[in-house]
């Protein structure tokens, strides 16, 4: 058995989450000594263990703690994979730590003496149990995640950088996957200043690579360019705007890019949950007729909209055409995906045919 030192009390009550912090690429990566941190963790490292389910076999966990209290993790299931990534902090009184990540409820981990961590309960509690709840300790080897992120983009002498917003860690950008299309986008933003950061929402893989000196490093890999927000920053797009009773200014039907046309209404669309026991509904425009209808969300991120009633006025052929493709992209919904103030949604084969930003947030 392997033995830890355990910081003292008023050491684990010092260390408080803190802001985001940059890091420099071997804080990142990993390649410099291990710290004991509060609670007696040492760091950087990963912890790994396959975690019971409910029902099925269990989930294989890898997690990736650093002392700047970033986290990574990522689990594979017998269906599936996910990963999330976030901060961490330390909570003494059930000497435990807690994750807190971008698309995930927190995480709470019990600090074993050995220096393992052990799954607690939702709410915090220890779980009694003959099962393998623990995650091994081990140095740090990092697992590739991928997810929807949003961070600060920024291309300057044929070289581009992103910083996480959830973390604030910044990497460099491969050259590979949809980079083009971010680089085009960026360079085609109106009013910009060389080398200004512009937040990106994106789905992306931070993965190693080679550096363009010294041993290689996490960059990030755009694996699908959403769309970048001119104007926003980390501070808003942190939490992910509300499916429901959310203003959603469209943005694309189609794969087509939308504006508002100029004397019309703004497209956009909300869902409106469900009030004193009746169904929940939603109505959207294209800046002509009026459509309203139901909806139905069937858990995680599933969901589908139902026949639609619209007025009848007559539409220039634009709008026209607009609100045609509107029904028919509604009519294919079959999942969403929400990172930051942007709303994608999907059909059944992952194409996207509906995207829109989140305007007024409840």
Do not use: K
Request: aromatic share 6%.
């Amino acid at each position: 058995m392997r033995l830890l030192p355990l910081l003292p009390l008023a050491a684990a009550l010092a260390l408080s989450p803190a802001g985001p912090q940059s890091g420099s690429a071997r804080a990142q990566d990993g390649a410099e000594a291990q710290v004991f941190t509060a609670p007696g963790l040492a760091l950087p490292g990963s912890f790994t263990g396959t975690l019971p389910m409910a029902s099925g076999p269990g989930a294989e966990w890898h997690l990736d703690l650093w002392p700047d209290q970033v986290f990574h993790l990522h689990r594979d299931f017998a269906d599936g994979s996910a990963a999330d990534i976030g901060r961490w902090h330390a909570d003494p009184a059930r000497r435990a730590i807690v994750l807190r990540g971008g698309r995930e409820a927190p995480v709470f981990l019990e600090v074993r003496g050995n220096g393992d961590l052990r799954m607690m309960t939702p709410e915090g509690e220890a779980i009694e149990s003959e099962l393998p709840y623990d995650l091994a300790a081990g140095p740090l080897d990092p697992a590739e995640v991928s997810l929807p992120m949003a961070g600060m983009f920024r291309y300057m002498a044929d070289a581009a950088t992103f910083s996480v917003c959830l973390t604030g860690r910044s990497y460099p950008v491969a050259m590979e996957g949809a980079y083009i299309e971010a680089e085009r986008a960026y360079l085609a933003i109106e009013d910009r200043e060389p080398g200004e950061e512009v937040l990106a929402v994106l789905d992306g893989t931070l993965a190693m690579r080679p550096a363009m000196e010294g041993p290689d490093r996490t960059h990030l890999v755009i694996d699908r360019f959403s769309r970048f927000a001119p104007g926003d920053t980390c501070d808003r797009s942190r939490a992910d705007a509300a499916l429901t009773d959310t203003y959603w200014r469209l943005l694309e039907i189609g794969g087509e890019a939308i504006a508002p046309m100029e004397g019309r209404q703004e497209p956009y669309l909300i869902l409106h949950s469900a009030e004193d026991g009746g169904g929940t509904s939603f109505n959207a425009t294209v800046g002509c007729n009026m459509m309203r209808g139901g909806y139905e969300r069937e858990g995680g991120d599933a969901l589908s909209f139902g026949g639609a009633a619209m007025t009848m006025m007559a539409c220039p052929p634009t709008l026209d055409t607009r609100e045609r493709a509107l029904t028919g992209a509604l009519g294919q919904v079959a999942r969403h995906q929400i990172t930051a103030t942007t709303l994608e949604l999907f059909d059944e084969s992952g194409a996207r045919v509906l995207m829109a930003e989140a305007v007024y947030l409840p």
